[in-house]
Each structure stands twice: as structure tokens, then as C-alpha cells.
T-cell receptor, first 113, second 112 residues
Framework: ETGVTQTPRHLVMGMTNKKSLKCEQH?????MYWYKQSAKKPLELMFV???????ENNSVPSRFSPECPNSSHLFLHLHTLQPEDSALYLC????????????FGPGTRLTVL | GQNIDQPTEMTATEGAIVQINCTYQ??????LFWYQQHAGEAPTFLSY????GLEEKGRFSSFLSRSKGYSYLLLKELQMKDSASYLC?????????????FGAGTRLAVHP
């Protein structure tokens, strides 16, 4: 399944670095999502975009900055992260924001040193 | 508030049947999803229930009782490749549109 792709798959960064995660969906969907998955915790919704407009920011710290230039691409810009931000970051898309089935990318495993 | 509970871990034998339960407390309930996630991979959609009853899809079935806030995923003829985490997710209506929350997942180990 290559409907939703994410790069990089693994990322190690220091607390002072700036990096970006990229997500691309090839499904013609209109809604895209960022989730954080930490060990033994539920998936935490971070951001929701519908037709390139952010419709939800789930109390995410400003050191995470999303960008959605078009309905197929979603970025998550990272700066001055903390070690507790280490997690698997998953991107998903769905036909509409009213949530049909969501389709997930393989995720980026992020380690903050 | 919204809450989902599912067992943390389960083990089962190849060829057997296993039932993974999920209980939830939500307002504005509007459907329940089950996803499978192998270690290091993306969650993949398994099933969706919005009405009470059983939905069958091959070796996998999912049941919903809205009055009890309860669902289960039934896996038959277990195979080694079924070893994975199974995520229960509830859709609810809030703030003008549907949202989705996930349980922490049930890690299933299938052994020979």
C-alpha cells in the first residue's frame, strides 16, 4: 500500500536542530492529519487539515508547526524539540474531514537527543 | 469526556479464535473502527461498525452494541502474521464535524 507516503522514515535530531517531516497522499483525499504515537499510549491527534485549511490544532506546542501547501502534501516543521517529543509521527488522509476511513502512512520514527 | 478501554496484551495459539474487546464512553457517537498495526508499520483499516450487530469480513468480524458502549474484534483461524497491535477507534460528533479518538491498542501475540 503506497497511498500515503512519509519521509524520512527515521530521524535523529538534537534539541537545537530544525527539521521537517513530509507526507504525501496519492488517494485524491481532501483531509490530512498528523498524529503522534508514543509507546503504550493511544494515538494522539495533533493537527487536521481540510482542503489546505487547518481545522484543528489539538493543543500542540508551538515547536511543532504544520504546513499544508495543497491537498496532497502535508509537512510538520520541527524546532527546539524536547526528548519527550521522541515518538512515531503518523500522517493520515481521508476523503473528507467528516472522517470516512483514514488511511495512514508508515510514519517517521523521531528521536530527539 | 471521551474514553476508550481495551486490554493491553493478549496471546493466542495458531489456528485458534481470539476476541479483542473494546469499551468506550463518548458523547455524539458516530461509528467505531478497528485498525491493525504491525510493529514499525502504519495502522491499516480492518472494519467499521455504526449500527448494532456483527460485520463479517473473511477471518475477521467486528461486533458493536451502542447501548452498552461495547465492541469486539473476532479473529478466526489465527495465523502467525496476525501478531500485531489492534486499535479500537471511536468516531464522535463535536465542534461541527466528526472526530476520531483511538484506544491504546491491544498487542496480540500468536504462537505455534
Amino acid at each position: 500500500e503506497t497511498g500515503v507516503t512519509q519521509t524520512p522514515r527515521h530521524l535523529v535530531m538534537g534539541m537545537t536542530n530544525k527539521k521537517s517531516l513530509k507526507c504525501e497522499q496519492h488517494l485524491g483525499h481532501n483531509a490530512m492529519y498528523w498524529y503522534k504515537q508514543s509507546a503504550k499510549k493511544p494515538l494522539e491527534l495533533m493537527f487536521v487539515y481540510s482542503l489546505e485549511e487547518r481545522v484543528e490544532n489539538n493543543s500542540v506546542p508551538s515547536r511543532f508547526s504544520p504546513e499544508c501547501p495543497n491537498s496532497s502534501h502535508l509537512f510538520l516543521h520541527l524546532h527546539t524539540l524536547q526528548p519527550e517529543d521522541s515518538a512515531l509521527y503518523l500522517c493520515a488522509s481521508s476523503q473528507g474531514v467528516d472522517i470516512d476511513t483514514q488511511y495512514f502512512g508508515p510514519g517517521t520514527r523521531l528521536t530527539v537527543l | 469526556g471521551q474514553n476508550i478501554d481495551q486490554p493491553t496484551e493478549m496471546t493466542a495459539t495458531e489456528g485458534a479464535i481470539v476476541q479483542i474487546n473494546c469499551t468506550y464512553q463518548t458523547s455524539g457517537f458516530n461509528g467505531l473502527f478497528w485498525y491493525q498495526q504491525h510493529a514499525g508499520e502504519a495502522p491499516t483499516f480492518l472494519s467499521y461498525n455504526v449500527l448494532d450487530g456483527l460485520e463479517e469480513k473473511g477471518r475477521f468480524s467486528s461486533f458493536l452494541s451502542r447501548s452498552k458502549g461495547y465492541s469486539y474484534l473476532l479473529l478466526k483461524e489465527l495465523q502467525m502474521k496476525d501478531s500485531a497491535s489492534y486499535l479500537c477507534a471511536v468516531r464522535f460528533f463535536s465542534g461541527g464535524y466528526n472526530k476520531l479518538i483511538f484506544g491504546a491498542g491491544t498487542r496480540l501475540a500468536v504462537h505455534p
